[in-house]
């Protein structure tokens, strides 16, 4: 079965310094997305893109965030400067938007210390 | 702004026993899902449920949606152990165009002892 696939499954980064976290969605997917969810919580969207733009953003992807899908494979999340509140698991999905609905990945436990 | 509401947020219960979960939510929807999350682990898709008077099952496990109500339940028949996780509804709403995100409930983590 198809998978999405995350790398790394963990990273921990100083506070201030830059990460990217990396995804592999489905090949056939023509929708991304990534989604947090810090310890304990909910799962909260963060942004989605299609057709090599951002689509929707929430308010908590503010101008540390940004996405792009360099190579026509790899989505990739980056924060240009951590801080201790971006703590948290992140997840990359991708869809085709029809009944089968979204595959997410395992995860990226970001710890920011 | 939408809301999707668990209920309950903890349940624990006993092997055997049956429980149902219920997630409301403010808007209109017509695609609804449930997953399943081990502790540290991704969300795994249980249903997807697509029209209103939907019903799924998978085991023991059983999920319906009521788009009027705005209100489904995922429905838990004689539980056994395997069965503890966190069960996540998530709501899929439209924003414009073929722009969809999914709202989540905050989760019910569910117990099973023996």
């Known amino acids: 079965e198809p998978e999405v696939t995350q790398t790394p499954s963990h990273q921990v980064t100083q506070m201030g310094q830059e990460v990217i976290l990396r995804c592999v969605p489905i090949?056939?997917?023509?929708?991304f997305y990534w989604y947090r969810q810090i310890l304990g919580q909910k799962v909260e969207f963060l942004v989605s893109?299609?057709?090599?733009?951002?689509?929707?953003k929430s308010e908590i992807f503010d101008d540390q965030f940004s996405v792009e899908r360099p190579d026509g494979s790899n989505f990739t999340l980056k924060i240009r400067s951590t801080k201790l509140e971006d703590s948290a698991m992140y997840f990359c999905?991708?869809?085709?938007?029809?009944?089968?609905?979204?595959?997410f990945g395992s995860g990226t436990r970001l710890t920011v210390v | 702004e939408l809301k999707v509401e668990q209920n309950p947020l903890f349940l624990s219960m006993q092997e055997g026993k049956n429980y149902t979960i219920y997630c409301n939510y403010s808007?209109?929807?017509?695609?609804l899902y449930w997953y399943r999350q081990d502790p540290g682990k991704s969300l795994e898709s249980l249903f997807v449920?697509?029209?209103?008077?939907a019903v799924k099952q998978e085991g023991r496990l059983m999920a319906s949606l009521d788009t009027k109500a705005r209100l489904s339940t995922l429905h838990i028949t004689a539980a056994v152990h395997d069965l503890s996780a966190t069960y996540f509804c998530a709501v899929d709403v439209n924003s414009g165009g073929s722009n969809y995100k999914l709202t989540f409930g905050k989760g019910t983590l569910l117990t099973v002892n023996p």
């Open positions: 090949s056939n997917h023509l929708y």
């Open positions: 808007t209109t929807s017509d695609r």
């Open positions: 893109f299609y057709n090599n733009e951002i689509s929707e």
């Open positions: 449920l697509l029209s209103n008077g």
């Open positions: 999905a991708s869809s085709t938007l029809t009944a089968y609905g979204y595959t």
